[in-house]
T-cell receptor
Framework: GAGVSQTPSNKVTEKGKYVELRCDPISGHTALYWYRQSLGQGPEFLIYFQGTGAADDSGLPNDRFFAVRPEGSVSTLKIQRTERGDSAVYLC???????????FGPGTRLTVT | AQTVTQSQPEMSVQEAETVTLSCTYD???????LFWYKQPPSRQMILVIRQEAYKQQNATENRFSVNFQKAAKSFSLKISDSQLGDAAMYFCAYSSNYGGSQGNLIFGKGTKLSVKP
C-alpha cells in the first residue's frame, strides 16, 4: 500500500478482555514504532522494532502490553486484561533505516468500557 | 530524560497572516533531531518540517520555517500566508541520535491552531 495502515480503526472492548491491534508499515521500511496518544496529549512512545526484533521496548507501561513483528513487516500490539486507562488512540509509524522521517498510520481508537 | 514543552495550548490566526508556534526542549545531548508534526482531525500525523541539531541554518519548507536556537533550546514554527487547511493540532517532537533511542520521538502536548477566514 501507499501508506501505513492500521486495523481496526476503532475497537470497543470490555474491561478485562484481550485485544490485538495490527499495523501494516510501508513496504521496505525496516523500522516500526508504536505510540499511544491519550486525549489531549501528545503521542507517547511504546516500542520500536528494527526488523523482527524489538530494539527498544522501554515505553511499554507494564507486562500486559506486548508487541511482535515476526517477519519484519506487519506488527501486532497485544494488550491483555484491558483496563479503562488503556483507552487511547494507538498510533503506528514506520521509517527507512537510514532516514529519521516517520510515516504515521491513522491510528486505532481503543475504548475500554 | 528529554522533555518537550509547548506552552500554547491554542492559537488563532487570520487567513493569509503569519503565526508562530513555540516549543522548548530539555536535553543534555548534543546530537539530535527536532520535528514539527501536524495532526488534523483525521488523526494522521504528517511531518511538516525537520531540523538536525548540528545544522546552524534554519529549515524551511515552502510556507513553513523554523527558528532553531540551540543554546536556548528553543524551536519555534512560523507559518506564513496561513491557509484554512493549516488548521490542526501541531506537535513539536525530539529524537535522540544515540544508541537504541534513535528515532523514538518525544512529543510535546500540542498546540491547536485555528485559522479564521
Amino acid at each position: 500500500g501507499a501508506g501505513v495502515s492500521q486495523t481496526p480503526s476503532n475497537k470497543v472492548t470490555e474491561k478485562g478482555k484481550y485485544v490485538e491491534l495490527r499495523c501494516d508499515p510501508i513496504s521496505g521500511h525496516t523500522a516500526l514504532y508504536w505510540y499511544r496518544q491519550s486525549l489531549g496529549q501528545g503521542p507517547e512512545f511504546l516500542i520500536y522494532f528494527q526488523g523482527t526484533g524489538a530494539a527498544d521496548d522501554s515505553g511499554l507501561p507494564n507486562d500486559r502490553f506486548f508487541a511482535v513483528r515476526p517477519e519484519g513487516s506487519v506488527s501486532t500490539l497485544k494488550i491483555q486484561r484491558t483496563e479503562r486507562g488503556d483507552s487511547a488512540v494507538y498510533l503506528c509509524a514506520s521509517s527507512r533505516r537510514d532516514d529519521y522521517e516517520q510515516y504515521f498510520g491513522p491510528g486505532t481508537r481503543l475504548t475500554v468500557t | 530524560a528529554q522533555t518537550v514543552t509547548q506552552s500554547q495550548p491554542e492559537m488563532s490566526v487570520q487567513e493569509a497572516e503569519t503565526v508562530t508556534l513555540s516549543c522548548t526542549y530539555d536535553t543534555s545531548e548534543s546530537d539530535y533531531y527536532l520535528f514539527w508534526y501536524k495532526q488534523p482531525p483525521s488523526r494522521q500525523m504528517i511531518l511538516v518540517i525537520r531540523q538536525e541539531a548540528y545544522k546552524q541554518q534554519n529549515a524551511t519548507e515552502n510556507r513553513f520555517s523554523v527558528n532553531f536556537q540551540k543554546a536556548a533550546k528553543s524551536f519555534s514554527l512560523k507559518i506564513s500566508d496561513s491557509q484554512l487547511g493549516d488548521a490542526a493540532m501541531y506537535f513539536c517532537a525530539y529524537s535522540s541520535n544515540y544508541g537504541g533511542s534513535q528515532g523514538n520521538l518525544i512529543f510535546g502536548k500540542g498546540t491547536k491552531l485555528s485559522v479564521k477566514p
